[in-house]
């Protein structure tokens, strides 16, 4: 028996798997992203660093490393690790660094939506992002990602996770408040909202949507808000433009008080969804990388979660697999496998009735008969 939250892929999910993976790699790399592949489990102190590993230092495992006597951790998200080796290893390259990545991660414990504790991860990460068109850029490459991998109808929502930081200045907001603006409860953010609830309410009962409806109702309000968050929300809505341009298919709306699970995020964020899948596809936006001389770069990325990935995939076609009987060898299945067909050398050598049952029971869809490909009927 496995732990709880890791399972094992049959031959079907994890050729699917492999599939998608290929897919989305590919079309980041269309965009200029290259690939790059860290370790799985590295120093605590370099993983878990301020920024991203920071948030999710308690959804590590750690273990110590007998050759150095230091503790180690397990990724639990790969986006530190790609910040690290561009601080590090590429610090030197030419800015906005463009990089993709794949791999697994684990995690103490799972979410409700997904109870899985392995996941595995499909990401891009813009290292030296500075401008909204940056922002859209990598949204767009996750959109088109997702698209050209099969998933349609797709929508991604933009927030401003650290709006309501703004507006509140140089004070923290209160944690009940935090909370009521998360479930939209308008009574509780006006409870707790003091001299903001106005404001606050005002935000609130903008229709969430599109840009056009966005923009009408921050315009009645937008003396009252202070310089930051009016930047702020012009860019969310200069990048909602940017991509609804870019990809006219996809619906774009906007939450501007919108920030769960935006923890390390300090300008934009997205997530991603379609339609019929609980929870989002993918995930990103803006943020600062951690560096060894504590000021770190402005960056922007998108991690896409492939096992809701796959569930909005449609299944895959049976795969064309031809049955080589015994007698024609190892020489006749090598010929075949290098006219890329997918083969497979039959162990039988009774008849033909018998072989064509072995080659049903593999799967194969036709076999090789007097040297001819022949489909194998039902």
Known sequence: ???????????????????????????????????????????????????????????????????????????????????????TRMAHWPRPLRLSYNGAVLRVRGEA??????????????????????????????????????????TIDLGVPRLLEAIYGDDIPPAALVE??????????????????????????????????????LSKIKSSLPEAAVAMLAEVLEVAALIRDAMPDVSVTVDPLEQRGFDYHHGIGFAIFAPGIKGELGRGGRYRTASGNGIGEESTGVTLYLERVLRALPPLRDEDRLYIPFED??????????????????????????????????????????????????
């Open 329 to 378: 060898g190892l020489n006749a299945l090598a010929g075949h496998v290098r006219q890329d067909r997918a083969a497979i050398l039959g162990t039988s050598q009774g008849s033909e009735a018998e072989r064509l049952a072995e080659a049903r029971s593999l799967g194969c869809s036709h076999w090789l008969k007097a040297g001819s490909i022949t489909p194998i009927s039902e």
């Open 1 to 87: 028996m496995l732990p709880a939250g890791l399972s094992d892929l049959m031959p079907d999910q994890a050729r699917r798997e492999a599939m998608a993976i290929t897919s989305l790699m590919e079309s980041f790399g269309f965009f200029g992203y290259s690939p790059v592949d860290p370790p799985l489990v590295e120093f605590e102190d370099t993983l878990l660093a301020d920024g991203p590993g920071a948030a999710l230092a308690p959804d590590c495992f750690r273990l110590m490393d007998p050759q150095s006597s230091r503790m180690m951790a397990l990724r639990a998200d790969m986006t530190a690790q790609i910040a690290r080796i561009a601080s």
């Open 180 to 217: 009521a603006v998360n479930a939209k409860d308008h009574a509780l953010v006006r409870d707790h909202a003091a001299d903001h609830a106005a404001l606050l309410s005002a935000l609130l009962d903008i229709p969430l949507g599109g840009v056009d409806g966005l923009s009408d109702g």
């Open 113 to 154: 939506l997904n109870p899985e504790r392995q996941l595995t991860q499909v990401g891009a990460e813009m290292i030296g992002a500075t401008s909204p068109a940056n922002d859209a850029e990598l949204a767009v490459a996750a959109l088109m990602a997702l698209d050209r991998a099969g998933v349609n109808r797709l």
